[in-house]
Nanobody, 122 residues
């Protein structure tokens, strides 16, 4: 069992930055592929980025070169650094854990955090 708790969301102006954190407890998250997803009202949950067992990180085209995933293994925490935010980045952001070498499909993820809201004003 893995518990995931996100934090760091908020309201920011377009062009600004935020850093989301996801603290994992229960098992070391290095045993999982850790992903970030987002969901805007009325839209399907969308892949943002993920770090697999190989430690290689992949990103959705919409956030590539603006968002960065990093980890603090000692604290079992994964981060999502978001720069040059745009109004279309507004969504609830979720971290999730999957028992696969790598996946970007939300249905493959077994454990989910409660989500943290990011709102980007224009």
């Amino acid at each position: 069992q893995v518990q995931l708790i996100e934090s760091g969301g908020g309201l920011v102006q377009a062009g600004g930055s935020l850093r989301l954190s996801c603290a994992a407890s229960g098992r070391a998250f290095t045993s999982f592929t850790m992903g970030w997803f987002r969901q805007a009202p009325g839209k399907a949950r969308e892949f943002v980025g993920a770090r697999g067992w190989s430690k290689i990180t992949h990103y959705a085209d919409s956030v590539k070169d603006r968002f960065t995933i990093s980890t603090n293994n000692a604290e079992n925490t994964i981060y999502l650094e978001m720069n040059n935010l745009k109004p279309e980045d507004t969504a609830a952001y979720y971290c999730a854990a999957a028992r696969r070498p790598y996946t970007n499909h939300p249905e493959d993820y077994l454990y989910w955090g409660q989500g943290t809201q990011v709102t980007v004003s224009s």
